[in-house]
């Protein structure tokens, strides 16, 4: 294993993802955890992670003490990148101090010894490197010695050979550092012996073999689809490992996209064979939404009525089994487990976040189901890899996020006036099977419409109308934290355009929102 120990850079889950994607499994957990919790995942390579702080501050975090006495008595290999760097070089006696000129972006190296990190290179070998430190190494810890320097003259790559101590003062992980990549595979495979071999086919394994042992072989376990990548992947993995035993439920909230129904069920019971009871329970919702404008309320009553179908569904399935459901399946990813050592005034937590039943409203407090959450470990590209792997539909894997709520954060306003909510789906649909038929699909993160509570006038045939607005939006992401607009070509637009407007009854004009994620959010409530 090779264990990150995260610092705040924007960029820890990169080394992360980076590290699996040389077949290693790699683990991130916060820079400040405890000893008993680092020596217990056992792992053979640490990895000190970039970070916002200054070494001297005072709430600048550390690693836990008793870490160097463990690592440098268990022979556990040590990389401290950017301020990892200057924390290791600090923590063991050395001196950073602000840096005389600070080096941000882009930056070329030499390579002053042709041994270590930089094993293959020649004494004057130079590479482009990512840096972005105010602070820097200024003398270095008995025993450490300098192995590359910047075209500016500041250490950039150190090492202490015999502690198995490295640092790197640049970001190797980012593709602005080109030979980065090959630096951190020759470091862990070359310096610190670690064998590539990590596959996700192991980690089906592996997820089997706990779920069975897990869970009781005559308890039953419950899921709720959402329609989405994550749960049906976590239902289909749980599905395998004890068969009929797990039960699914679809709730139609009839805040869905246009056929949407028909085509989970169709794909979960052809498809993924997966026993899944579909709930209709479009008025129960759609009666507690009436009048509602505020996207906050609008939520929660959602996520309260998910809760109260859930409950009824596991009670129903307790008097038929004679015995209460014992689990419950959580798509929940690495990114929402992932503990940090958030920049000061970010707002970010360090908080362990359970993702919620659909996102909305949050488990009940008193829930009596305990919680199996086959993904936790893995990201968003990972679940896809294991979802191809366990044959579920690749145009199921590549669907583009659809939130909790649904199209209730798509209506603006209050979602049963009119018939908004048709409306809606038939502009959706139009949208989305011509951004199909253009190829563009999974180049987009996310495109859908957006019913907006604005009449304006137009002309249709001979008449003046005074109809609906509706917004087209899309965007590239990567994460969801942030997002571009996707700019697509003048006759794409026109043409969607055109065809809303000819097709959809009650709309006659369309809008397109170009706004990035700051300052907009993607959804529009
Ligand atoms: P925003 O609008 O916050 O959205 O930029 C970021 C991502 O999250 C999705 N989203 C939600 N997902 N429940 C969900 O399950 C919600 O309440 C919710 N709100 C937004 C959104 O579609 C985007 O992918």
Same mark, same amino acid.
């Given at each position: ?10 960029y ?13 499994f ?27 702080h200054?070494?001297?501050?005072l709430?600048?975090?550390?690693f836990?003490?008793?870490?160097? +006495? ?10 401290? &990148? ?38 293959g ?11 972005s ?18 075209q ?9 050979? +015999? ?9 190797? +992980? ?16 070359? &310096?610190?012996?670690v ?9 089906l ?17 419950i ?35 246009y ?13 993924l ?9 479009r008025?129960?919702?759609l ?9 906050e ?16 569904f ?6 038929k ?15 929402d487990? &992932? ?9 970010r ?8 039943h ?24 990972e ?7 366990l044959?579920v ?31 809606l ?44 607005v509706v917004?087209?939006?899309?965007v ?37 929102d ?10 529009w409530?």
């Open positions: 294993l090779v264990l990150i120990l995260d610092y705040g850079s924007q820890t889950h990169l080394i992360t993802r980076r590290i699996r994607s040389l077949s290693v790699s683990l991130c957990i916060s820079g400040t955890s405890p000893l008993s919790t680092i020596t217990s995942l056992n792992p053979k390579v640490v990895i000190l992670s970039g970070g916002p200054s070494v001297h501050s709430d600048s975090p550390s836990p003490s008793g870490f160097i +006495e463990w690592v440098c008595s268990n022979g556990v290999f040590v990389l401290g &990148i950017c301020y990892g760097l200057q924390l290791l070089v600090q923590r063991l006696g050395g001196e950073v101090r602000v840096g005389e000129k600070q080096e941000y972006g882009r930056m070329e190296i030499e390579v002053g010894k042709n041994s270590g990190i930089f094993g290179k020649m004494v004057g070998d130079r590479q482009i490197v990512w840096m430190h105010g602070d820097e190494a200024a003398q270095l810890p008995k025993g450490f010695e300098v192995v590359a320097r910047s500016q003259g500041s250490v950039a790559a150190v090492e202490d050979r +015999e502690r198995r101590f490295y640092g790197l003062q640049y970001h190797p +992980e980012v593709t602005h550092s080109p030979e980065g990549m090959e630096t951190l595979r020759y470091f862990l495979s070359n &310096i610190c012996g064998n590539p071999g990590w596959k996700m086919e192991d980690i394994d592996e997820e089997i073999k706990v779920i069975k042992g897990t869970v009781g072989t005559d308890d039953h376990v899921c709720a689809l959402s329609g989405g990548v994550d749960s049906t992947v976590a239902a289909t993995l749980v599905h395998k490992a004890i068969g009929d035993r797990l039960h699914c439920v679809f709730v139609d909230n009839g805040l869905l996209r056929k949407e129904r028909e085509r989970v069920m169709e794909t979960f019971e052809r498809d064979h997966l026993p899944v009871t579909c709930v209709d329970a008025d129960q919702f009666s507690k939404l009436k009048g509602v404008v505020d996207p309320m609008k939520r929660k009553i959602i996520g309260k009525e998910f809760i109260a179908i859930f409950d009824a596991a009670q129903d399935l307790g008097n089994l004679g015995k209460k459901p014992a689990y419950l399946v959580q798509g929940t990813l690495y990114p487990v &992932i503990e940090s050592c958030p920049p000061p005034g970010t707002g937590n360090h908080s362990h976040t359970i993702k919620s659909h996102n909305v409203g949050g488990l009940p407090k008193d829930m009596k189901l305990k919680l199996i959450e086959p993904l936790k470990l893995l990201f968003k590209d679940v896809r890899k294991l979802g191809k792997i044959n539909p690749e145009p199921f894997l590549k669907r583009h996020p659809f939130p909790g709520p649904g199209l209730a954060v798509r209506v603006l306003g209050d979602v049963t006036e009119g018939n908004a909510l048709d409306i789906r038939q502009v959706d649909e139009i949208f989305i099977q011509s951004i199909k038929d253009a190829g563009l699909y999974d180049s987009i993160w996310q495109a859908f419409a957006v019913f907006l509570p604005v009449k304006s006038v137009g002309v249709q045939g001979d008449q003046r109308t005074h109809s609906h917004a087209l939006r899309a590239t992401s990567q994460d969801g934290m942030t997002a571009d607009w996707y700019n697509f070509e003048h006759k794409f637009l026109d043409d969607v355009a055109r065809k809303i407007c000819n097709s959809v009854r009650g709309v006659n004009r369309v809008v397109q170009i706004t990035s994620k700051p300052p907009s959010t993607i959804e409530e």
